[in-house]
């Protein structure tokens, strides 16, 4: 083999890219998805920005919430951007997590392997056999053939791709040794095409366009950012994984809150991360508390000292009011509450000036 081999007793291990909730997708794009021939997807599928109008060839049958629709293509549900809420706002969840996930693998330090290939070199990975690790590759990658994983099931493959990937027509991506598809991750920066009937195994994280020729199949993930999906007689099994298995309602609606109830707070610290309500504590960096965490620090100029305890149930998250908080917030016509985008949640932050973010701050406190 050729390129450069890093690894040694001291190089460190690499953990799986969380995927959060794109792992809860088969196929998950910013630009649409199209469909000929009797593709079959095993998983559900979102876009988003881009409305229900980016996803053709499926024949969509809308349910009666409007909040989902189904095909026979699809043993799933499909989710779209102009959809009825909350799928917008778990869509957006979903993508960003996508976006974070991309740039988790792109920027893993360290890697085990540069520009690793086969005796022909210049990214050809034909017939070679991939150990667990961190690979780097400056170039576009391909194989015409074969590509095999070797691995326990535990193991994790991290694959950086300057450029695209090219699989030929027929050829096959095999797994051994218990390696498992949910814990490879290509991350190419370019375009991935997978030649006609042929097989890869990962979650593929793509900058641009995933292309499925006639035939063609994958077990794990295609999850596109600023490129379509575009699938011909295709079959796509999910095999990702979601790090985060929340209801989507309560998981948008409490990231939500929380946001609000750290901006009246005035920690200058916004919650970044999903929660379910209903069983997960809230994060400590939020400026809203779980019942009888620790108190955060009331900073509305970011330059006073004082600290005070500003605490929160799951429950009163879950109603989008903190006890005392009442008349703060219909102050703003529970502007919170309403919102049901990003753009009105945003709206809603701007109406806070610094002296009602004090004295919400005053009415929320037990």
């Not at 991290?158 to 450029?163: D, G, K, N, S």
């Not at 330059?303 to 009011?321: H, I, P, Q, R, Y």
Request: charged share 15%; with cysteine.
């Amino acid at each position: 083999m050729s390129g450069v081999e890093n690894k040694s007793s001291s190089s460190p291990s690499h953990g799986a890219v969380e995927l959060l909730t794109a792992g809860n997708f088969a196929i998950l794009s910013k630009a649409g998805v199209t469909t000929t021939g009797a593709t079959s997807v095993t998983g559900d599928m979102g876009t988003s920005p881009i409305d229900a109008t980016g996803m053709t060839g499926f024949d969509l049958n809308a349910d009666s919430t409007n909040t989902f629709s189904t095909s026979a293509l699809v043993a799933g549900n499909v989710y779209a951007a102009d959809y009825a809420p909350p799928t917008p706002g778990m869509l957006t969840i979903a993508v960003r997590d996508m976006e974070a996930a991309y740039v988790d693998a792109s920027t893993r330090p360290y890697p085990d392997y540069v520009e690793y290939s086969n005796t022909l070199g210049n990214g050809n990975i034909d017939g070679v056999t991939l150990e667990p690790g961190l690979y780097k590759w400056g170039t576009s990658i391909g194989f015409a053939n074969s590509l095999t994983f070797n691995g326990s099931p535990t193991d994790v493959w991290i694959l950086q791709i300057a450029e695209d990937v090219n699989v030929g027509s027929g050829a096959s991506v095999s797994l051994s040794g218990g390696a498992q598809a949910k814990n490879i991750f290509w991350q190419v920066a370019g375009q991935t095409i997978l030649g006609t009937s042929s097989h890869v195994e990962g979650v593929f994280l793509c900058m641009t366009l995933i292309a499925f020729k006639t035939g063609s199949s994958m077990n794990g993930a295609a999850l596109s950012q600023n490129g379509a999906v575009t699938l011909d007689t295709a079959t796509i099994t999910k095999e990702s994984v979601s790090d985060e298995n929340v209801n989507t309602t309560d998981n948008w609606q409490c990231s939500m809150q929380n946001n609000f109830f750290a901006a009246i707070a005035g920690t200058g610290t916004v919650c970044n991360s999903n929660v379910n309500i209903g069983v997960a504590a809230v994060p400590s960096d939020c400026g809203c508390q779980p019942n009888n965490a620790a108190p955060c620090t009331y900073n509305p100029d970011l330059k006073d000292s004082e600290v005070s305890c500003f605490l929160c149930t799951s429950t009163d998250l879950a109603n989008g009011v903190c006890p005392g908080c009442n008349s703060c917030l219909s102050v703003h016509n529970n502007c919170i509450d309403e919102a049901t985008t990003e753009e009105q949640y945003s709206f809603c932050l701007s109406q806070i000036g610094d002296e009602d973010r004090a004295n919400c701050h005053d009415m929320c406190l037990k």
